[in-house]
């Protein structure tokens, strides 16, 4: 089940300003900051390059589905066109690569990272999250959910191809690539560094998770 990062996170929000989610699409386009539509953000911000018309569209219906469920929405919205409007002003799709991005410093409140850094090499993923942190404003958060080496799909036989350690090819997609990380050391090396919050620290059979605080 996907986790709403909202309500995991409510608690220890302190600032509502910019919230980015970098790498929007996925399996579920815009999903993490659709759980942030009632909050008191003053922008909500997806930024992915493969952000096309058919997760836009996904994207809106998954809003339509919470204003269902938060009992929201009503028929005049819906008829008279209102609805997307709301979803085009509320949410801000940003079309490009977020190494491109200019994240600023001391400019957000909230970045979430859900499963995108395993596609890059260790480096890189600690450059990230560098970046990331330097633009937090004080007290701001940052939400990282990365793959690790005992993924069961990841590291499937039939599907991957090992080609390093911790390094996995898919077999049809051969530009597709996933660098899993090993999550002791990985958040070792973060701790020393950042202000890793106890109480978010989690992992499952497939992912890390954890929240670091400026």
Known sequence: MRPNIYELLKSELKVFDVLIDVGCAGDYPLYDLVDFDNSCFKKLIGIDIK???EQEQKSFDHY???KKRNKTLNIEDWTSGKLRDDF????????????????GVNRNSLIICNKVLHFYDNPTKFEQIKRFHISLQEH???????N??????????TKM?????NIYQSIDFPDYEKYLIRPLEFTKT?????NVLKQYLSG??????LVIKK
Request: charged share 35%; no cysteine.
């Open 51 to 53: 952000f096309e018309k």
């Open 88 to 103: 085009n002003r509320r949410f801000q799709i940003v079309k490009e690569s977020f190494f491109d991005y200019d994240f």
């Open 204 to 209: 499952d059979n497939k992912a890390l998770t």
């Open 140 to 146: 701001g958060l940052l939400f990282l959910k990365i």
């Open 148 to 157: 690790h080496y005992l993924h069961p799909v990841d590291t499937d036989p």
């Open 64 to 66: 339509v589905s919470s």
């Open 161 to 165: 191809r090992k080609k390093a350690e």
């Open 190 to 194: 973060l701790m020393e560094q950042y």
